[in-house]
């Protein structure tokens, strides 16, 4: 609603409904900037509250950095590393690594040679097993012409009694 700053005159000054309407909106404008700078207020100490917060931590891990420089520099002065220390320690990594490399390949030699064994091994059943249910088969045809022979034998002489 916006309100002329305009007065109407009216007899010994101006009107007095246009200057009490004036008030009110000023009034009511001052009270909307007042409500939203306090929100602005509250929004910056929060703000500061969190950045005083973050300040504390990163001066704690600045503080803590120092802290372990100094012992990585004590640490550093009391064990002094030679060359032939560190290529013995290159040699070393060198050989862990060739020793990984060849129980690897030793792994994978193994894991073949079982996965070869295991084929033949089940070939070597299946043909077992074709085997036995054949021999089977013949001994049963054994039996039966064996039987008929000793039938053909009794019919032949019969057993004196």
């Known amino acids: 609603m916006a309100v002329s700053k305009n007065f109407r005159t009216a007899l010994g000054g101006f009107n ?15 009270a909307m900037e007042l409500e939203q700078l306090n929100s602005q207020l509250q929004l910056a100490q929060e703000k500061q ?4 917060e973050l300040k504390a931590q990163l001066e704690a891990a600045q503080a803590r950095c120092a802290e ?12 002094p590393v030679t060359g032939d220390e560190l290529e013995a320690y290159r040699r070393a990594e060198r050989a862990e690594r060739l020793a990984n490399d060849r129980a690897a390949q030793i792994y994978a030699q ?33 039996k039966a012409k064996l039987q008929e022979a000793v039938a053909s034998m009794y019919a032949i002489r019969p057993e004196e009694k």
Do not use: F, P, W
């Open 68 to 79: 372990l420089e100094a012992q990585l520099g004590n640490a550093a002065q009391g064990i």
């Open 49 to 52: 509250g969190n950045d005083a």
């Open 16 to 30: 007095r409904q246009d200057v009490v309407r004036y008030i009110e909106y000023m009034n009511s404008q001052h």
């Open 110 to 142: 193994a894991n073949a040679a079982l996965a070869d064994a295991t084929v033949k091994i089940e070939t070597i059943s299946d043909s077992m097993s074709s085997l036995t249910q054949q021999l089977e088969s013949q001994m049963q045809d054994a």
